[in-house]
């Protein structure tokens, strides 16, 4: 622990003696991965931090006896695109105290970070996004990924000079980091995409990309990323590793050990979910009669055929991608190089992908109790102070984060190990998760006993110095 924590922790322990700290977390075993401490012990939280770690007695002005619990650092998701009410709920029954929209991003940081002041269910941060940023300058009209000139057109000299203004100002304005899919922007030069990652190594954040073309596209990023010296988090291993998932996590291995700031994450499902618009259907009319099975209708739930896929591209929506085995999908989760994260979508009116839902609680119940195949402080690990690293050099308050640590934030989920489990399907998206008992963001409870605490608001925006 630095002596900054220490020192913020005893103080905050001695504003605690009076008359109880506010709440105490009492009995419960206390998890946390950067120290290694895993063994019962009581939580103080005061003013909104953790004041005190110990296996004395503590008084609160609410005591939570968590006896049988796990008291953990609250889940930090790096990949969260639903960044609404309704997906904030659902995040906060899976244990996720901060959700993070990294990859696609927005085109408009300080208009972003706007529509969420005064505070959200759970913590919250963006990217400045080059796909976002791109449809601005190239004058595409699609809905949250390109559809025409965005994904398609050949960028100018003078149109990569406005990308780059564009850039800079989000990252001088707080974004959390870069986002990129070049797998939708496939008319993305090596030049434009360089000169992209060149403007975020000079601010010190961090790329997160969707590659194209599988393992020759991790090669292309992983290349380019030391051609600029820039620092790269490759997005979702397991869809776009793929059946090359073995190899794919290979190279990322091979590039941290020479040197290269390089990292991964993955989520639980063997199913994707994208706009069925996008770039990644271009070919689609050259599909077998077979292949239009493995997709599958958000809005409806149905299986497509030609027809109705076809129907549906024209008119535009979210279409979830069955086309994964368990076997890669387990490959990816038990490596000890993937954080965890969910590429949660947008969930509107009970729909959307399960992974929004039930991807920390699907890792805690499916492969760390019944399967047996992820040690449980590891999966802790991959939850939090993981991606809590990936982000403190860019963004100082995430050194207070992914912790359970004298003087951290109060970010903290405390869940049953023998219940935990997730519940939501690829036909009803928002059922929420079980076992997470209670969850408490800044000090407060947003899931009391179970259930959703009702007018509380205290996340707060994540943002990069600026």
Request: proline share 3%.
């Amino acid at each position: 622990m630095s002596r900054r924590l220490l020192t913020v922790g005893l103080l905050l322990a001695c504003l605690g003696c009076g008359g109880g700290y506010d709440i105490v977390i009492a009995n419960g075993r206390v998890m946390d991965p950067a120290s290694g401490l895993d063994e019962v012990q009581n939580v103080g939280i005061e003013n909104g931090r953790i004041a005190i770690v110990t296996s004395e007695p503590i008084m609160g002005r609410r005591t939570i006896d968590a006896s049988g619990l796990v008291v953990a650092p609250g889940f930090i998701d790096l990949h969260q695109h639903g960044q609404n009410e309704e997906s904030y709920r659902l995040k906060a029954l899976d244990g996720v105290t901060t959700g993070l929209e990294l990859e696609v991003g927005t085109g408009d940081i300080g208009g972003w970070y706007g529509e969420r002041e005064g505070g959200q269910i759970i913590n919250y941060g963006v990217s400045i996004g080059h796909i976002p940023v791109r449809m601005i300058v190239m004058e595409d009209e699609g809905a949250f990924l390109p559809s025409g000139p965005g994904g398609f057109a050949a960028a100018t000299p003078a149109d990569i000079a406005e990308m780059e203004r564009r850039i800079e100002e989000g990252l001088a304005q707080g974004a959390v980091g870069l986002g990129f899919g070049l797998a939708y922007t496939p008319a993305t030069t090596t030049e434009e995409f360089e000169s992209m990652l060149r403007v975020a190594a000079r601010h010190g954040a961090t790329s997160f990309i969707h590659v194209r073309g599988g393992l020759r596209g991790l090669r292309e990023v992983v290349t380019s990323a030391s051609n600029t010296n820039a620092s790269l988090h490759v997005v979702h291993a397991n869809s776009s590793g793929d059946a090359q998932i073995v190899e794919f996590l290979a190279f990322i291995d091979r590039a941290q050990s020479s040197g290269q700031d390089v990292t991964t994450e993955a989520y639980p499902y063997g199913a994707g979910n994208t706009r069925i618009e996008s770039a990644l259907f271009d070919d689609w009319e050259s599909y077998t009669d077979e292949r239009f099975q493995i997709y599958q209708w958000v809005e409806t739930g149905e299986r497509l055929t030609r027809a109705t896929f076809g129907k549906y591209r024209a008119q535009g929506g979210s279409v979830i991608i069955h086309s994964r085995t368990e076997e890669m999908t387990r490959i990816a989760i038990t490596s000890p190089l993937t954080m965890i994260a969910s590429d949660g979508s947008v969930i509107r009116n009970g729909q959307g992908h399960p992974r929004s839902a039930g991807t920390y609680a699907r890792v805690l119940g499916k492969y760390v109790r019944e399967e047996g195949v992820v040690d449980l402080m590891d999966a802790l690990r991959r939850m939090t102070i993981a991606p809590a690293r990936r982000l403190e050099a860019r963004v100082p308050g995430m050194a207070r984060k992914g912790r359970v640590q004298e003087g951290a934030d109060a970010d903290i989920t405390v869940f049953d190990p023998a219940t935990v489990i997730d519940r939501s399907t690829y036909t009803n998206g928002t059922i929420p998760s079980e076992g997470f008992v209670y969850v408490l963001v800044g000090g407060v409870l947003v899931v009391d006993e179970g259930a959703l605490a009702q007018g509380v608001r205290p996340g707060r925006a994540v943002r990069g110095a600026h």
